[in-house]
């Protein structure tokens, strides 16, 4: 499996701010255990609202880790997949497509929350809400066990429809933003910088803005998971990357540009004026605020309603998340 290392060092300036005070916790890591191994790694999925992996990088590596790289990987459940397996160590993935796999028994845990709110609902202008989807065409790329089904499913079960009957799910191998800016489809679920894109060429608007609408804004869309062998051998070394991550979160909040360089340079975005507007309008900085538990009972609860997952919300969480290290640094982080 290729390795993808990112040979460009952090831009200047960003590990100052982490060391200047921004994000917290340097004493305790000075005063806890040494990690238990030197190996983080970490999947290299398109999409720039998990941003603070890549910002996180030369964090992770200051907490000791000499072994660090990224791992080419499809976001969703194809990640999650890698995960399980033991190709990657970490993978921060939106909550259903983390769900999914727990429910059948993959080997993965939840550890932490990273950020609120990155997709969009975009529809036609006569679709005024998630109830109006019924009877209508909603492009999901490739499949249907692709994240933007996911999430449109679980919209639909909250609202009260039957996602498998009352909508028509377009896939194929074209973009659903091409389809909907075509005409081809009624809606689709943009994520960053796509809905940048729309608004500009004012193709639509904008049905839910998880960042804005309940309740949507209240719970994590893209949450930190970990390999559950790699946790249980490693707690010090797990606990090192949520704090890294974490602290990332806050510097994607505080430097919005500086982080947009790193992605377009890194390669991970091509349009640095719709990262820059994508990472101020994303709400970093909320992961104090809410609780990872929370997101992980209603969106398995949403699931479990639509008939993608079997198990109940709390067998989800009973076999699929641990939240004491992020606890931990939450409060070694707190104001």
Known sequence: ??????RRRFLTGLSAL?????ARGRNASAAEAAPETTVARFAAAPGICIAPQYVAEDLIRAEGFSDFGFVAADAGIAQTEMLARGDIDFGIDFATALIIPVDTGAPIKVISGVHVGCYELFGREDIKSIADLKGRKVGVGGNLSSDPHIFVSAMATHVGLDPQRDIEWIVGEAKPAELFAEGKVDAFLAFPPEAKDLRARKV????LDSSKD?????YYCCMLAVNASYAEKNPAATKRVIRAVIKSADICAAEPE???RLLVDGG???QYDYAVQSLRELPYSNWRDFDPEDTMRFFSLRLHEAGIVKSSPNEIIANGTDWRLF???KREMKT
């Open 1 to 6: 499996m290729q390795i993808v290392q990112n």
């Open 18 to 22: 982490a060391g200047a005070g921004l």
């Open 204 to 207: 639509g608007h904008v049905i």
């Open 214 to 218: 309940r309740p949507w804004s209240q």
């Open 258 to 260: 500086r982080v947009a």
């Open 268 to 270: 991970h975005t091509e």
């Open 327 to 329: 606890n931990e640094v």
